[in-house]
């Protein structure tokens, strides 16, 4: 019994133990393999992540795939490694530790950026610093916040003030980062009569301050600007600063500007910020270092409420937050942080001089001179506009025309801006879209320079490159109504008015079946539009052509891209409306051969059966049984002709092959008509390109010269035309033989004529050969 039994638990740990190692092949087998096994060398998962940065070699070369990172940038980087090795130590070592790096830091950038007996709280999010000064501002406003919570702001609701200039989501991120509802925001809006129209309306929120007081709220905080994010504009720091304590609010400021407090030399405007109660630095983007935290300077004696509000911390991962900015600082010295700011300032103002020498640019920022931001745009003067203002349009225009021509300065800006990040990587040029303006480039080296390594040689070169594409912006503005009249004029064309496409403008070839009132899509209308791109493309202009959905519909158009004032627009034109007809010709002649070959096959089949029904009856029934009519055969033979149908694909009918089985010839048929070509083929001088002007009437012609390259294009088509008008008049019908008639006279005539004039031109035509 005892024996048995240790057999039956023996077979029951095994049974046991083959499910667990079947269970643990599994789970091994759901597990990713490069954690299978014993795990990877150090060498190949360094290569894993090295094709996860620069990705396939078969892709698209980017123009920059990691930014400039310079000996800076490597202790920056050097930073986060030793703050994990740091955080080893022993409790002590590194409590002393953290709090020299720490203090070190706060002290040095107060006195860089004349903030002084600040306090510092680094962060990685750059709007996280000012939800933690709003925590701070409530919690010292709200005495029993702590105890009663929200309870406490529900009869007396807090107000943060944002500029209508802040950075795009700053209020939406505050609401949510707090739990407050969206009306304890209040957005100022800014100057629309005097000053900046990016600056806060000081007058307009002193109002909105004492209606929220009387409606019982609580004006808890407002954010100025030391530079807007969008143009760089400096708020009235110092009157904002009164007026916050004069109602005990918290005055915060962000912004690029700020970074100008390290130079020698700072206006008054921004100088105004080191009496805030708080400020946003970025020192990351300014001095070129990747990976280092923003830093939050702010003013406050009540360590118990920093605590609680999350500006100090006891974790050793936050306070090792500065050591990268640590060690950085140390690196770059107060001169070399100097150099690099004031080295972006006067980027921005090279940019900003050379500018003004510009025709057709406007500078939005040129009243402020302290700004290191550059915004521009181009711009076309209308003709009813008043010169001081550029381009702002009078009461009598009609919005319509100003709406488009608002729309198609914008577009051009925008290929503007695509153009010179294209060309100038190093710039770091930003397309951006304005409410008032419009679409603008703008110009922040103090966010880009130190990063991507520019230097005053880019913005020369930025500069060059917009003078070389004014001609093409200015001249493709000015055909854009010859365009419109031409395409309007031709027959089959429409004029598509597309106001956000960067070029001459649209045209849209309206077939026999389209339907004009419908906006659906056209696949008839969308495949003669993909041929005609197709030609147009093969043609080798300087144009470019691109086919895209008409504005507004969904039917297929020929986008005409920017040119130059040497563009044959009629030529343009006709060469569009006469290829879009050959194609839809071509396509046409298609269709109907197809539906004669169809019709062909059924005449051929109806013909097949009544033939195979006359045979039938011509041989009788006995010939169809198998034996009977083998035997019947042999005995008298059928004497059967031989008949079959050809199909004429030119004539579209069907004919007999009993005249090629007889004579052995085939057919010649009928001749096939011609394939339908227009007449846009343009008699060119040597090496001009389409939709070129032609030097007819130029003044460029040498003076010196025997044989003028005009004349020499005008006798080559004389003599191109003499030996077809001649064959065209011999080419009449004989008459009925006999004597010559006056006609026959007048042929002979003509034709010795031909020869004579022929032989005469042969000289001519080899002199103008060795010309050429």
């Known amino acids: 019994m005892g024996k048995n039994l240790k057999e039956a638990v023996k077979m029951l740990e095994d049974s046991q133990r083959r499910t667990?190692?079947?269970?643990?092949?599994?789970?091994?087998?759901?597990?990713?393999?490069?954690?299978?096994?014993?795990?990877?060398?150090?060498?190949?998962?360094?290569?894993?992540?090295?094709?996860?940065?620069?990705?396939?070699?078969?892709?698209?070369?980017?123009?920059?795939?990691?930014?400039?990172?310079?000996?800076?940038?490597?202790?920056?980087?050097?930073?986060?490694?030793?703050?994990?090795?740091?955080?080893?130590?022993?409790?002590?070592?590194?409590?002393?530790?953290?709090?020299?790096?720490?203090?070190?830091?706060?002290?040095?950038l107060c006195r860089i950026f004349r903030y002084e007996n600040g306090c510092a709280y680094f962060h990685e999010e750059e709007r996280e610093g000012l939800a933690k000064i709003c925590r701070l501002a409530i919690h010292s406003r709200y005495e029993d916040f702590v105890v009663d919570g929200f309870n406490v702001l529900y009869n007396k609701k807090p107000v943060i003030y944002l500029s209508a200039a802040a950075r795009p989501g700053l209020g939406q991120y505050l609401c949510n980062q707090l739990g407050l509802p969206f009306p304890c925001l209040c957005r100022v809006p800014c100057n629309t009569m005097f000053g900046s129209q990016h600056q806060m309306d000081v007058a307009f929120l002193e109002k909105l301050i004492k209606d929220d007081i009387e409606r019982g709220k609580l004006p808890l905080l407002l954010v100025a600007n030391a530079g807007t994010a969008a143009v760089g504009h400096t708020d009235k720091i110092g009157r904002l600063k009164e007026l916050c304590e004069q109602y005990g609010i918290w005055l915060h400021v962000e912004g690029v500007n700020l970074a100008t407090l390290a130079l020698g030399y700072v206006s008054s405007s921004v100088l105004a910020a080191t009496k805030c109660d708080s400020m946003t630095l970025t020192p990351g983007p300014w001095l070129g270092l990747p990976a280092v935290p923003a830093v939050t300077l702010y003013k406050h004696d009540d360590p118990a409420l920093t605590l609680v509000a999350g500006l100090t911390s006891n974790k050793p991962a936050d306070k090792l937050r500065a050591l990268p900015l640590w060690l950085s600082l140390q690196y770059l010295g107060l001169d070399g942080i100097v150099e690099r700011i004031k080295h972006a300032c006067q980027l921005s103002q090279r940019l900003q001089e050379s500018l003004k020498k510009v025709n057709h640019i406007k500078i939005l920022v040129e009243d402020e001179l302290s700004s290191p931001v550059v915004v521009f745009r181009f711009f076309q003067e209308l003709p009813g506009s008043d010169p001081v203002l550029k381009a702002v349009p009078v009461p009598n225009m009609a919005p319509s025309a100003v709406g488009r021509e608002r729309h198609s300065c914008d577009a051009l800006n925008r290929w503007l801006g695509e153009q010179l990040k294209q060309l100038v990587p190093e710039s770091g040029l930003t397309v951006m879209d304005l409410e008032v303006e419009g679409v603008c480039i703008r110009f922040s080296p103090l966010m880009t320079a130190a990063v991507l390594g520019t230097r005053g040689e880019d913005v020369d070169q930025v500069v060059a490159c917009i003078q070389s594409k004014l001609p093409i912006l200015t001249c493709t503005l000015q055909l854009r109504e010859e365009f419109k009249q031409e395409v309007t004029a031709a027959a089959g064309l429409l004029y598509v008015d597309d106001p956000n496409w960067p070029g001459i403008g649209g045209v849209r070839y309206e077939h026999a079946n389209d339907d004009k009132s419908s906006l659906k899509l056209d696949p008839e209308g969308e495949k003669i539009h993909a041929g005609l791109l197709k030609k147009l493309n093969e043609l080798e202009s300087d144009l470019t052509f691109k086919m895209g959905p008409e504005y507004k519909s969904m039917k297929s158009c020929i986008y005409v891209g920017m040119a130059s004032d040497d563009v044959d627009i009629s030529e343009l034109v006709g060469t569009i409306a006469v290829t879009a007809r050959e194609i839809e010709e071509n396509s046409r002649l298609l269709e109907n051969m197809t539906e004669v070959v169809r019709k062909g096959i059924q005449e051929a089949q109806v013909q097949l059966q009544k033939a195979n029904e006359e045979r039938l009856l011509e041989e009788g029934v006995l010939r169809q049984i198998p034996v009977v009519g083998s035997v019947l055969n042999w005995f008298s033979p059928v004497q059967a002709s031989q008949k079959g149908r050809t199909f004429n694909l030119t004539a579209g009918s069907l004919e007999s092959t009993e005249h090629t089985y007889v004579y052995k010839v085939q057919g010649t048929g009928v001749t096939p008509p011609q394939t339908p070509s227009g007449t846009r083929t343009k008699q060119r001088l040597p090496g001009q390109k389409p939709f070129k002007r032609s030097l007819r009437g130029s003044d460029a012609l040498s003076e010196t010269s025997s044989v003028s390259h005009i004349e020499d294009l005008e006798k080559m088509e004389h003599l191109t035309g003499g030996p077809e008008q001649d064959a065209l008049e011999t080419s009449s019908p004989e008459p009925h033989p006999g004597a010559p008639t006056l006609q026959d006279t007048e042929q002979t005539g003509a034709l010795q004529n031909g020869a004579q004039h022929t032989e005469d031109d042969r000289p001519q035509v080899e002199e103008l050969e060795s010309l050429r």
Do not use: C, F
């Not at 990877?40 to 940065?53: C, E, G, K, R």
């Not at 920056?76 to 002590?92: C, M, N, R, V």
């Open 20 to 108: 667990e190692e079947e269970n643990g092949k599994k789970i091994s087998g759901d597990i990713p393999g490069p954690l299978q096994g014993s795990g990877q060398d150090m060498v190949s998962i360094l290569q894993v992540v090295q094709n996860l940065m620069h990705g396939d070699e078969d892709e698209e070369p980017q123009s920059a795939r990691i930014q400039n990172i310079g000996e800076q940038g490597h202790i920056a980087l050097l930073g986060h490694s030793l703050g994990a090795y740091i955080s080893t130590l022993d409790k002590e070592k590194l409590r002393k530790l953290m709090t020299r790096i720490l203090s070190d830091t706060t002290l040095w």
